[in-house]
């Protein structure tokens, strides 16, 4: 590790200082951390169920595939990608420099059958983000987990995190029981417009349906690589079902979705709108308008051959430089060395991408700079 | 003046030869195909009727948004469903477009998704007859798709055997929302037996699976089931590449068909991208999938996508391959695509008619 640190250089770096890494991911090392956060009954079932020996790893992310970490990211100790503070704050902190980097935990508690048991152990989660990262770093800040296929277990941890500013954002798997547009759903919108909080939809499966419309497939590279058509498809569902014109001040960050597939999306949704919208009467804009002000994506991984002509495309392709967010998706393994953005970028465009563009989107980033302190 | 004007002004007939890869013949009534049925399949129809994985015994699950899918001006004078007039077909369509040779893409029934694998079979085989009966011996310019109840592969195979002779057939007819993903083992008899037979395979939109429209359920609305067909394509071409079945069958052709062209050059990019990351999962697949796809797979124009400005089609037509596209209409679909507006891009004249028809032609071996 110390080798590769020294032939990449510490200057390279340096054209990422005060980032805003939208997209880093701490992991739980083990169910025992969270045990303290449980009630009574909680920590009885884990001793009598044994559940804190259950490896809560998601499918859409095997702790060895080779996407899931860097090899120069790895933890000297072989634990779980990810599950040290230290590490994150070498790797990625004291490296990058970015002025805040935001936490999504992806982890089992939010895709549990049972709806209690997601509820306990996601609030559990989000309390020991709160003490293990949130409080050892300033520069620290995090996604809201929660159980999302109950809405007002859901609504009622949004509720709880309120009042601490260091939570910017909540997050939602890409995959989970319902399509995002769901009405079934909107209580958890309505309160995130009203908090200030963008919706986070990060990539990665409840698997409670086939990975595609076509059933499972055999490999997880497929599963891995039907992630962005499944971002395409709850946009679509966002669209239709009208969330953007019920909440019109919310906003909805795709995140490590891949990115190039947005050009292809948004011909294709304004195209079918225009055939089909009397449907959808509440509808009144053209899809891309709508992901124009609504959405916005992190930027790694970016899929793409020549990554520089990628981004400058899209950005003509959607005429907007505000869409895209800076991300380093640690610990996965999706670019080498201090590529985190392609060469060449224009100036301009390199400063919204790397954090003014974060800043629009999180208002709550702002306002945490008065380090409130909630009281524990 | 605008790129429609640039059309009209070369609109005359003659100037446009153009193959139709996808036009929809409909039956005037159900009974068309009781010459080509035991009588044993006649009585179950009428009884059980279609026996699919959705809710409707006799309706689509998202109704469309025109009776039928189609046309307000592809209904018969003489009744029967959009599709059903070999007439008005020549009228409105054959002659008034140029169409010099049309592939039958025939829907009714979904033989391909039936639950019921005998009467899968069935319904294939009589389709298939009717197909060259009812049509291609009525009017030279169309051609047959050979129907398979993909979920028997033993009676696909059969059926694919059976017909690979006859020249009325130009390819086989395959649903993309099969019961598992296509690449799967248990579907590579039918590729063998299309490279066999010299077809290639033809996977137009379609099918019932039972697995909801997306990996994170049922969607609402049919302007989203519209939308996602083109990810269960995206599906089906990942498929076939990771699984291997291009290796195993380096001769196989595969068209997909009204799945639509903007997400092809980014999802082969996808495909690279992690296919070079996770290789070792997948030590079959050799190269990258990109290069598999741009040897294999063609993709028919409608419906057109329609970026906004020539330069971004042109653009995109370049990154797909410019001889991989085949034009189709999906006459007598809502959403058919006129041959003189469809592409709203500065196009030269060879290259309006290697889209409208040299392609197809060659890929089709026409001229053969």
């Known amino acids: ?376 | 003046m605008s790129v429609i004007d640039v059309d009209q002004s070369h609109s005359a007939k003659s100037k446009f030869q153009v193959i139709d890869c996808d036009i929809h013949p409909a039956m005037t009534s159900w009974k068309e195909i009781h010459p080509f049925l035991d009588r044993r399949w006649i009585e179950h129809l009428s009884v059980y009727g279609s026996h699919l994985r959705h809710a409707f015994s006799e309706a689509l699950s998202y109704p469309r948004m025109s009776p039928d899918a189609a046309r307000v001006d592809a209904y018969p004078e003489e009744g029967g469903p959009p599709g059903s007039s070999l007439e008005l077909m020549r009228r409105k369509h054959l002659d008034q477009n140029g169409v010099e040779i049309g592939m039958l893409i025939p829907l009714r029934w979904n033989p391909g998704s039936q639950r019921n694998l005998d009467l899968g079979v069935a319904l294939t085989r009589a389709m298939n007859t009717w197909q060259v009966e009812r049509w291609v011996k009525q009017e030279p310019r169309l051609r047959a798709s050979v129907l398979v109840a993909q979920e028997d592969i033993g009676g696909a195979v059969a059926e694919i055997d059976a017909r690979g002779g006859d020249p009325n057939f130009t390819q086989i007819l395959l649903l993309p929302r099969t019961d598992e993903p296509l690449g799967r083992r248990r579907y590579w008899p039918i590729f063998e037996a299309a490279v066999r037979n010299n077809l290639p395979i033809t996977i137009h939109v379609g099918g019932t699976n039972g697995h909801p429209s997306t990996g994170g359920g049922w969607s609402s609305y049919y302007m989203e089931e519209h939308h996602m067909v083109a990810q269960a394509m995206q599906a089906v071409m990942a498929s076939l590449v990771f699984e291997g079945v291009f290796e195993r069958s380096p001769k196989l052709r595969v068209v997909i068909m009204e799945g639509g062209l903007g997400w092809i050059p980014s999802f082969n990019a996808r495909m690279d991208k992690h296919w070079n990351r996770m290789r070792s999962e997948v030590p079959h697949v050799k190269r990258p999938p990109s290069e598999y796809v741009r040897e294999h797979v063609w993709f028919t124009t409608q419906p057109m996508e329609e970026p906004g400005s020539s330069a971004a089609l042109l653009d995109l037509f370049d990154r797909i391959g410019w001889d991989r596209l085949l034009f189709a209409t999906d006459y007598p679909h809502w959403d058919f695509d006129d041959p003189r507006t469809a592409f709203k891009a500065n196009l030269s004249d060879s290259q309006r008619h290697q889209l409208l028809y040299g392609n197809a032609r060659k890929f089709y071996r026409f001229d053969e």
């Open chain 1, 1 to 376: 590790m110390t080798g590769s640190r020294q032939a990449i250089g510490a200057d390279h770096f340096a054209k990422y200082v005060g980032a805003i890494d939208c997209d880093l991911h701490p992991a739980v090392p083990a169910m025992g951390v969270l045990v303290p956060y449980l009630n009574d009954y909680w920590r009885e079932m884990v001793s009598v169920r044994a559940l804190d020996r259950l490896n809560l790893s998601l499918t859409s992310y095997p702790e060895n595939a080779p996407l899931s970490c860097r090899p120069d990211w790895a933890l000297d100790d072989g634990g779980k990608p990810g599950s040290s503070f230290e590490a994150m704050r070498e790797h990625v902190l004291d490296r990058y420099r970015p002025r805040h980097g935001i936490l999504n935990c992806l982890y089992g508690a939010q895709v549990f059958h049972s709806e209690d048991m997601a509820a306990a152990f996601c609030r559990a989660t989000n309390d020991w983000i709160r003490d293990e990262w949130l409080s050892r770093d300033p520069r620290l800040r995090a996604s809201i987990v929660i159980p999302a296929y109950n809405t007002e277990l859901a609504v009622a941890e949004i509720e709880r995190r309120a009042d601490d500013f260091r939570f910017v954002q909540v997050l939602m798997l890409v995959s989970g029981e319902v399509t995002l547009g769901r009405r079934q759903l909107w209580p958890i919108y309505r309160l995130a417009e009203r908090l200030e909080l963008p919706i986070g939809i990060h990539a990665g499966s409840a698997y409670r349906h086939a990975p595609t419309a076509i059933g499972w497939p055999s490999y997880y590279v497929e599963d891995y690589v039907a992630q962005s058509a499944a971002f395409e498809n709850q946009l679509q569902s966002m669209i239709s079902e009208g969330v953007f014109a019920k909440f019109p001040l919310l906003k909805v960050v795709a995140i490590e979705s891949g990115l190039t597939w947005l050009t292809g999306f948004v011909w294709r949704a304004d195209k079918t709108w225009k055939g089909v919208r009397a449907e959808v009467p509440w509808v009144t804009r053209a899809p891309s308008e709508i992901v124009r002000d609504h959405v916005r994506l992190t930027v790694q991984p970016i899929d793409a051959a020549d990554e520089y002509e990628a981004i400058m495309r899209l950005v003509d392709h959607m005429k907007s430089d505000e869409l895209f967010l800076f991300s380093t998706d640690y610990p996965h393994w999706q670019f080498d060395g201090d590529s985190a953005l392609p060469p060449g970028i224009p100036d301009a465009l390199f400063r919204k991408i790397l954090s003014e563009n974060a800043l629009a989107t999180y208002p709550r980033l702002s306002k945490a700079n008065h380090a409130l302190e909630i009281a524990l």
